[in-house]
């Protein structure tokens, strides 16, 4: 008889998300198990849980999905789960916590429509947070100098470092702004401009479209208003706006929940499947790739 596809969502937060399990279920999962407060200690149980179960020719039919708001602790737990697999007695992990991969791979795909990665420049507003970290990561793997702009030059530096222990050969820059005034020097020269700060953080004032120069494409990724690049609509899908194409957070999040749910059907293809920030963008720009 053929196992039910089960999913383990394992999320790090007091409350596992709802919109993770809904993406789920809509991704044709047959049953969810959802488990909050995942942390070091009580993972591994739930990985040995999963992988000794069923038998190895039924392990495509059990899954696990990483999420949660702390990006770096679902990581963690991403390689720790990896590390606690035994030969054949593994299965398909996921790790996206609070959507960060799958939107980032979403954007920088989006903007790959309108410019090559290689030696095309990024510059990243919130570019220390998890959105922002990971659309850097991304960029700067196929070959763009990627500034990563921050209220912190602290943080914009940890962002850097721990960019580059995973992309060695990334060119990463910091950019410390206060004021919105800040922006025109953050961004002048640049090809692209990314806004991934925090739910409401608005970065521009209203004119900043007419007096960026250079910028090919701007991406603002805050869904909760104000929007984060006055002037971009959030359902902007390569709008032309000023002569630049602007993409606002509804306008990438279809390609995002397109990512979001095809990586976990793929979950179920094999045990043997592993997504991550990497893994995930391939997938989309396969997605894209193949029109799907």
Same mark, same amino acid.
Request: charged residues 20%.
């Given at each position: 008889?053929?196992?039910?596809?089960?999913?383990?969502?394992?999320?790090?937060?007091?409350?596992?998300?709802?919109?993770?399990?809904?993406?789920?279920?809509?991704?044709?999962?047959?049953?969810?198990?959802?488990?909050?407060?995942?942390?070091?200690?009580?993972?591994?149980?739930?990985?040995?849980?999963?992988?000794?179960?069923?038998?190895?020719?039924?392990?495509?039919?059990?899954?696990?999905?990483?999420?949660?708001?702390?990006?770096?602790?679902?990581?963690?737990?991403?390689?720790?789960?990896?590390?606690?697999?035994?030969?054949?007695?593994?299965?398909?992990?996921?790790?996206?916590?609070?959507?960060?991969?799958?939107?980032?791979?979403?954007?920088?795909?989006?903007?790959?429509? /309108?410019?090559?990665?290689?030696?095309?420049?990024?510059?990243?507003?919130?570019?220390?947070?998890?959105?922002?970290?990971?659309?850097?990561?991304?960029?700067?793997?196929?070959?763009?100098?990627?500034?990563?702009?921050?209220?912190?030059?602290?943080?914009?530096?940890?962002?850097?470092?721990?960019?580059?222990?995973?992309?060695? *050969?990334?060119?990463?820059?910091?950019?410390?702004?206060?004021?919105?005034?800040?922006?025109?020097?953050?961004?002048?020269?640049?090809?692209?401009?990314?806004?991934?700060?925090?739910?409401?953080?608005?970065?521009?004032?209203?004119?900043?479209?007419?007096?960026?120069?250079?910028?090919?494409?701007?991406?603002?990724?805050?869904?909760?208003?104000?929007?984060?690049?006055?002037?971009?609509?959030?359902?902007?899908?390569?709008?032309?706006?000023?002569?630049?194409?602007?993409?606002?957070?509804?306008?990438?999040?279809?390609?995002?929940?397109?990512? /979001?749910?095809?990586?976990?059907? *793929?979950?179920?293809?094999?045990?043997?499947?592993?997504?991550?920030?990497?893994?995930?963008?391939?997938?989309?720009?396969?997605?894209?790739?193949?029109?799907?």
């Amino acid at each position: 008889m053929t196992k039910r596809k089960v999913l383990l969502q394992l999320d790090v937060d007091q409350l596992a998300s709802s919109f993770d399990a809904l993406v789920a279920i809509d991704s044709g999962v047959e049953n969810l198990l959802q488990y909050s407060g995942v942390n070091r200690e009580n993972l591994i149980p739930l990985v040995h849980g999963a992988i000794f179960t069923r038998g190895p020719a039924d392990l495509r039919n059990t899954a696990i999905f990483l999420g949660g708001s702390e990006a770096a602790t679902a990581d963690a737990l991403y390689r720790i789960a990896l590390k606690n697999f035994f030969g054949p007695l593994r299965v398909s992990v996921m790790c996206d916590p609070n959507g960060a991969n799958t939107t980032a791979a979403a954007a920088v795909l989006n903007i790959e429509k /309108h410019l090559a990665l290689e030696n095309s420049s990024f510059s990243i507003l919130g570019g220390t947070g998890p959105v922002g970290s990971r659309v850097a990561r991304i960029a700067a793997a196929h070959g763009a100098l990627v500034r990563i702009c921050s209220r912190s030059e602290e943080r914009a530096e940890a962002t850097i470092e721990a960019i580059k222990q995973l992309v060695p *050969q990334a060119r990463l820059e910091p950019f410390v702004f206060m004021t919105e005034s800040d922006i025109s020097r953050a961004t002048g020269g640049f090809d692209v401009l990314v806004a991934a700060g925090a739910a409401g953080a608005s970065f521009t004032l209203p004119d900043w479209l007419d007096h960026v120069p250079g910028i090919k494409v701007a991406v603002d990724l805050n869904a909760v208003p104000p929007t984060g690049l006055l002037g971009i609509a959030p359902r902007d899908a390569g709008e032309l706006r000023s002569g630049i194409h602007c993409y606002g957070a509804l306008g990438v999040g279809n390609l995002k929940m397109k990512i /979001h749910k095809g990586c976990l059907k *793929q979950l179920f293809e094999s045990n043997d499947r592993c997504f991550n920030t990497t893994e995930i963008f391939k997938y989309g720009r396969f997605l894209v790739n193949s029109g799907s």
